[in-house]
């Protein structure tokens, strides 16, 4: 999900390292605000109304500082500069914190599952609340809504997988407030059952959710590989550059939002070893200014015409 984000523009018409993590600690910053003045609320007017629910949501919406503050750190260390221990720069801080959010969404969405178990047993249970809690919940349902469209076109518009990750967070917290809202309802509707159900579906989902994005993280901090069509960007940019006859063993890496590339070049075996070299930087420099290439390795192999083979 995370890597369908993204179109394959070039790095010099896209976004900077330095202006990623300026656009992701202004947005989340945002979030933050928001949280806050939402769980306040939800949890004051919960109380007062008698909503397990609406405390609930504002407890859900108070977890989502931490997911916040996650991102902020991970946004700082990212932009980092390369050092003796990471020579490659911190970028992974953004895939570990997109883990460590992917694994709240999967807490958050067990959590809400057997909660809904436990009111599907006992729907007796739930108290009579007053109209009030329904205005406050619907009133959330759109904060988090909007909320979660202004961060993911932030997003993408500077190609953040932390974002995108931290966005869907909001929009689970959307789905969340509707899940209180409907119960709420019902609650007042007197079919205090909705709740249970709505929650137990939702919460389903969140879960879901949450495995996506850890699994995907997981497999990016294992070296996982850029997906086919970039791939074959980078190849068609190397096979273009002037000199190069052939590329093979072309395998990349993801190190956060920026791809690290190995390849063998092949290059015509007369040609000095200084021209060879050129042609090599002269592809790095090719294929960094085109795609989203944080390093590329090369190694030249000698070319020999078919026809001069023995």
Known sequence: MIHEEFSNESEDEGYSQLARAAAASRCTWVSVIVNIVLSLTQIAVGLLSKSQGLVADGIHSLSDLIADFVVLFASHKSKQDADEGHPYGHLRFETAASMVLGLLLLIVGVGMIGSAVLKLETPESIPTVHATALWVALAALVAKELLFRFMLRVAKKVKSSLLV????????????SLVV?????????????????????????????????????????????????????????????????????????????????????????????????????????????????????????PWQRPDLDH
Request: charged residues 20%; aromatic residues 4%; negative net charge.
């Open 165 to 176: 990750a931290n966005a869907w967070h909001a929009r689970s917290d959307a789905a969340s």
């Open 181 to 301: 809202g409907i119960g709420i309802a019902g609650n007042l509707a007197g079919y205090p059952i909705l709740d249970p159900i709505a929650a137990l579906v939702v919460g389903g989902m969140i879960a879901k959710m949450g495995w996506t994005f850890t699994w995907d993280s997981l497999h990016d901090l294992m070296d996982r590989a850029a997906d086919e069509q970039e791939i074959a960007a980078i190849r068609d940019t190397l096979q273009q550059t002037s000199g190069i006859k052939g590329v093979h063993d072309l395998r990349t890496r993801k190190m956060g939002d920026m791809i690290i590339v190995d390849a063998h070049i092949e290059v015509d075996a007369s040609i000095t070893v200084e021209h060879g070299h050129a042609i090599a930087v002269a592809a790095r420099e090719n294929v960094m200014r085109r795609h989203r290439v944080l390093n590329l390795m090369t190694h030249v192999d």
